[in-house]
């Protein structure tokens, strides 16, 4: 169990740039799942995958936004036109299905932090 | 919508106190609640999960209590060390796959 892994660990660009992150998640995991942290909050969710399908997208993701899962193991968040907002922690969890839905924790990756200049 | 919320924000405390760390939530229509242990610049580290069934879970000087009909929950930290000293967030699972997070709640344990 190597943990949930993200890349890069930080970036910073300039606003009106295209940014991608890439999350692998626990090797036997098949949910993953994507959340936007900024300071002094909790964590806010953003999509849902279940192996390769997105099932699930919160109202935060707006079009600029977009998250793919190829094959269903590891996955890619795109922020298009980044704007200065978009400046948080986004975080990458991945949980399994073993022993039903409420009984599997979600474990996070260290998150990529993104800053906009 | 559900709502969580963790009082007080933040806490410091002396080395050795024990600790309780409170949670409450509005929907009790939830299926688990996590708590997280997140260190400075650092991704969210799974502490304990209740499932909505139990009332609670122990790990080594970490116990936590569900009360799903108040839409209450403790963390217990027994001893507390200055190695304790995190930010420890509450979050619920309802009816979609998504945890909805309290915003936290600093602790600093002081040697």
């Known amino acids: 169990d190597t943990g949930v892994s993200q890349d890069p660990r930080h970036k910073i660009t300039k606003r009106g740039q295209n940014v991608t992150f890439r999350c692998d998640p626990i090797s036997e995991h098949n949910r993953l799942y994507w959340y936007r942290q900024t300071l002094g909050q909790g964590p806010e969710f953003l999509t849902y995958?279940?192996?390769?399908?997105?099932?699930?997208k919160s109202r935060l993701l707006s079009d600029r936004f977009s998250a793919e899962r190829p094959k269903g193991s590891f996955s890619t968040l795109e922020i298009q036109r980044t704007e200065q907002g978009d400046s948080a922690m986004y975080l990458c969890?991945?949980?399994?299905?073993?022993?039903?839905?409420?009984?599997?924790?979600?474990?996070f990756g260290d998150g990529t932090r993104l800053s906009i200049l | 919508k559900q709502e969580v919320t963790q009082i007080p924000a933040a806490l410091s405390v002396p080395e050795g106190e024990n600790l309780v760390l409170n949670c409450s939530f509005t929907?009790?229509?939830?299926?688990?609640l996590q708590w997280f242990r997140q260190d400075p610049g650092k991704g969210l580290t799974s502490l304990l999960l209740i499932q909505s069934s139990q009332r609670e879970q122990t790990s080594g000087r970490l116990n936590a209590s569900l009360d799903k009909s108040s839409g209450r929950s403790t963390l217990y930290i027994a001893a507390s060390q200055p190695g304790d000293s995190a930010t420890y967030l509450c979050a619920v699972k309802g009816g979609s796959e998504k945890l909805v997070f309290g915003k936290g709640m600093k602790l600093t344990v002081n040697p």
């Open positions: 969890a991945s949980s399994s299905e073993t022993g039903g839905l409420d009984r599997q924790p979600q474990h």
């Open positions: 929907d009790s229509a939830i299926y688990n």
């Open positions: 995958f279940q192996n390769e399908a997105q099932l699930e």
